[in-house]
């Protein structure tokens, strides 16, 4: 995977306190006045959504396959990203500099969708790794920061770039728990504008619907994702070798990550598992795409690896505890590269959550395109 501090998306225990740090940014203005600026944008030099998709799929028997990949030249809908915890300024909310971070995990998140999307990924004022050193310091105030900056370039996508488009909002971590809240607060209870969005594919974000049902809690007309053709639902889950402990950051409501995004431990809620390689239940083939320079170096030749039949998942929920389990079923001398919890089992393999499924994801987005305009 990628380097620990350029993906470091856990959001909630306090991290070792960093050295000389500098004071806590300000405050910035409101939505209305915030700065707007692109990770990703269509026709944006440098931006790291487009590129060279091809991958080598390596097979457990040590045989490769080439798979080619370019970005779509017209695709028929977009997708907006918004990345998880990775800025390292030492400050609580990060600045609008574009760091070698968020251009890395934009990468890795979020480029092999540009197979089906346009991809815009707006640069915000996100709560920095500093912040999370810093936990009890952290005001209401600044998280409003991270939110208004996304808030303000959502408002602006929908004004100069969407034009009716179906869109497909994405985000991992913290870009999850801050869709959660853009969900609830500007497209849940507006028709016109839930019609537009395809899906929501919100992995590590604790989105919570009553026990046993497929939509309340979180959102009152957001559904869960429970086949490839069902649009305007969301895809949630955490992923984790081994059932978590109970004072896990992920599958808990109202635990850990879900106090950014508003959550609650209400009476009667569960945190949501959509698996993303069997939406309507039981088992399925993870389908992982990883950038090889990080995760495979000198070993293939192309930007991106996949490692197919060496992982499934299925969804478990025991003990108020709702997760993705993930296991290895490469045989013994397989080809098979050991995935392991970087922060221990309150964390599971969190930083691996969209990388695992990002195949299959990028099938979902495709199928859903394909529903969505035939509905429209």
């Known amino acids: 995977m990628l380097a620990a501090a350029a993906v470091a998306t856990a959001l909630f225990p306090a991290l070792p306190a960093a050295a000389g740090v500098r004071p806590r940014a300000t405050a910035s203005p409101s939505p209305s006045g915030t700065q707007v600026k692109w990770l990703c944008r269509p026709g944006l030099a440098n931006d790291p959504c487009a590129g060279d998709l091809s991958a080598t799929a390596v097979w457990p028997n040590g045989a490769t396959t080439p798979e080619p990949g370019t970005p779509a030249k017209h695709p028929a809908i977009d997708c907006f990203y918004v990345y998880p915890t990775v800025s390292e300024e030492p400050t609580i909310n990060a600045n609008l500099a574009v760091q070698p971070a968020e251009q890395a995990v934009a990468v890795a ?3 092999q969708f540009s197979r089906e999307c346009r991809v815009y990924a707006p640069v915000y004022r996100q709560l920095t790794l500093y912040a999370l050193a810093h936990a009890t310091e952290v005001t209401a105030a600044e998280g409003r920061i991270a939110y208004d900056g996304v808030l303000a370039a959502w408002k602006s996508y929908l004004a100069h770039d969407n034009h009716g488009r179906g869109v497909v909002l994405i985000g991992h971590s913290q870009g999850a728990t801050i869709l959660i809240n853009l969900i609830k ?23 919570t619907v009553p026990i046993g049902k497929n939509v309340g809690g979180s959102f009152h007309h957001v559904p869960a994702c429970r086949s490839a053709t069902e649009l305007h639902c969301v895809v949630a889950y955490s992923s984790f070798l081994q059932p978590p402990p109970r004072n896990t950051l992920f599958g808990v409501p109202g635990q850990g ?3 950014l995004a508003g959550g609650t431990s209400g009476k009667g809620l569960q945190v949501l598992c959509t698996n993303p390689a069997a939406l309507g239940g039981g088992p399925g083939a993870l389908s992982p795409y990883f950038p090889a320079a990080t995760y495979a170096p000198g070993s293939v030749s192309t930007p991106w690896v996949t490692y197919p ?3 499934r998942s299925t969804c478990e929920h025991r003990h108020g505890i709702s997760w993705l389990q993930v296991d290895d079923v490469a045989s013994p001398g397989d080809h098979n590269p050991a995935l392991r919890q970087f922060d221990g089992p309150q964390w599971g393999l969190h930083v691996y959550d969209v990388n695992l ?3 299959n994801l990028v099938s979902l987005v495709h199928t859903e395109a394909a529903a969505y305009r035939r509905s429209t």
């Open 109 to 111: 998140q979020a480029a």
């Open 309 to 311: 039949d060496m992982y």
């Open 357 to 359: 499924a990002l195949g």
């Open 257 to 259: 990550v879900s106090k």
């Open 185 to 207: 607060r500007e497209i849940d209870d507006h028709p016109a504008i839930r019609r537009r969005i395809v899906s929501a594919i919100m992995p590590g974000g604790n989105v």
